[in-house]
């Protein structure tokens, strides 16, 4: 398996324009997880889905962001205006309940709204 | 909700010197424990982790101890080497059935001088 992938890998996009982060999980698993790094925050949990249902989005910030899992093999983050304090790079991760469990993370999405 | 405080934030060794990380813990309920290496540019990466019913796990150059007593856990690396510069980040979660939502430190930086 190629890993879980996320595009784009960079995006730079104007204040106010809307943003769509897409992740394409490890085939097989049931869970998937959006995160958000910042120096000031770290590792934040925004979401995650157990069989492409929404579990918690407790961690989500603002109305202006959404998340879909229209299917086992796609997920989006919706940013929506997009604003300056958005920038950060946003991770993809998948587990599986059975085995180890552990959470396999994407390479990231560099969002930068200037 | 769970809290997990890191230490120390950087950390500078000599090659072949062992670099210790430290972690606490806020919620007694929690019980599983891993550590993520993360480089540059790229998502973090399971290199070691620890459930609740063991107190210490080792593989190789990297070992880890849990006190749940205590509610803190450690990693250590032996023999440091300049690949082991990264960022390292402890993280705890709860159950098997939540897919490990994981709460994360606030991550170290590990520099292994030559």
């Known amino acids: 398996d190629a890993g879980v992938i996320q595009s784009p890998r960079h995006e730079v996009t104007e204040m106010g324009q809307e943003v769509t982060l897409r992740c394409k999980p490890i085939?097989?698993?049931?869970?998937l997880f959006w995160y958000r790094q910042t120096m000031m925050r770290g590792l934040e949990l925004l979401i995650y889905f157990n069989n492409n249902v929404p579990i918690d989005d407790s961690g989500m910030p603002e109305d202006r962001f959404s998340a879909k899992m229209p299917n086992a093999s796609f997920s989006t983050l919706k940013i929506q205006p997009s604003e300056p304090r958005d920038s950060a790079v946003y991770f993809c991760a998948s587990s599986s309940r059975q085995g180890r469990s552990e959470a396999f993370f994407g390479q990231g999405t560099r969002l930068t709204v200037v | 909700g769970e809290n997990v405080e890191q230490h120390p934030s950087t950390l500078s060794v000599q090659e072949g010197d062992s670099a210790v990380i430290k972690c606490t813990y806020s919620?007694?309920?929690?019980?599983?424990f891993p550590w993520y290496k993360q480089e540059l540019g790229k998502g973090p990466q399971l290199i070691i982790d620890i459930r609740s019913n063991v107190g210490e796990k080792k593989d190789q150059r990297i070992a880890v101890t849990l006190n749940k007593t205590a509610k803190h856990f450690s990693l250590h690396i032996t023999e440091t080497q300049p690949e082991d510069s990264a960022v390292y980040f402890c993280a705890a979660s709860k159950n098997k059935a939540a897919g490990n939502k994981l709460t994360f430190g606030g991550g170290t930086r590990v520099l292994v001088k030559p």
């Open positions: 085939s097989g698993h049931d869970y």
């Open positions: 919620d007694s309920a929690s019980n599983y």
